[in-house]
């Protein structure tokens, strides 16, 4: 079975353009997650999205935003992009939302190989 | 809040064990530990529930002690593959996770 898939892998914008990033979850899991990953740290939690509504926000600015889709995969748009925006991107997926509770096995989240984003 | 790992770095060589601590200021549901290696994604290990279950992988084992609110991996008779940085991941609705420690196993 495919795992969880971004697009695309690596890509460079300028200062103040947008960007989009793309996340297929893997087959039958409805939960996605988006990570941001500076060099050196580790994953930064951004957006939990379930069955297309928002589940959680981290702590990032309204220039980060998401969505979900029908088939579950999702967008995750970064606008009026900054040089501190350059990082990697993680998509996650999970079978469970993260409120029905520790002890479903569903709750592990699957990372997918990332979307690398330079702002120069 | 994120958890903390201690230490941030360890080089082993083959067959030798280690052990990683992941700690948080708060109650948790579970534990998550991840490895990544460096340019790839965090690759899941294993998940440690309340309760006391356990679930390694390979020759990784974990602990979980809930009043402390503390996690432990345990790498026994390190392999080269073993390299790479360890994340714990401790969650509470969403999975927080510490600044990785990195493991470096030498021949």
């Known amino acids: 079975d495919a795992g969880v898939t971004q697009s695309p892998t690596h890509l460079i914008k300028t200062r103040g353009q947008h960007v989009t990033l793309r996340c297929s979850p893997i087959?039958?899991?409805?939960?996605v997650s988006w990570y941001q990953q500076v060099l050196g740290q580790g994953p930064q939690f951004i957006f939990q999205y379930y069955e297309k509504e928002e589940r959680g926000r981290g702590n990032f600015p309204d220039r980060f935003s998401a969505r979900q889709f029908p088939n579950y995969s999702s967008e995750l748009n970064v606008n009026a992009l900054l040089l501190g925006d350059s990082a990697l991107y993680l998509c996650?997926?999970?079978?469970?939302?993260?409120?029905?509770?520790?002890?479903?096995?569903?709750?592990?989240?699957?990372f997918g190989e990332g979307s690398w984003l330079t702002v120069v | 809040q994120q958890p903390v790992q201690s230490p941030q770095a360890v080089i082993l060589r083959e067959g030798e064990d280690a052990v990683i601590n992941c700690s948080s200021s708060?109650?948790?549901?579970?534990v998550h530990w991840y490895r990544q290696k460096h340019g790839e994604a965090p690759v899941f290990l294993m998940i440690l529930l309340k309760g006391g279950e356990q679930k390694g992988h390979e020759k990784i084992s974990a602990s979980f002690n809930e009043k402390k609110q503390q996690s432990s991996l345990y790498l026994t008779a390190s392999q080269l593959s073993y390299s790479g940085t360890y994340f714990c991941?401790?969650?509470?609705?969403?999975?927080?996770f510490g600044a990785g420690t990195t493991v470096t196993v030498r021949a």
């Open positions: 996650a997926s999970s079978l469970a939302p993260p409120d029905r509770g520790p002890f479903i096995p569903g709750n592990t989240i699957y």
């Open positions: 708060k109650a948790l549901y579970s």
């Open positions: 991941g401790t969650e509470l609705y969403k999975l927080s």
């Open positions: 087959s039958g899991h409805k939960s």
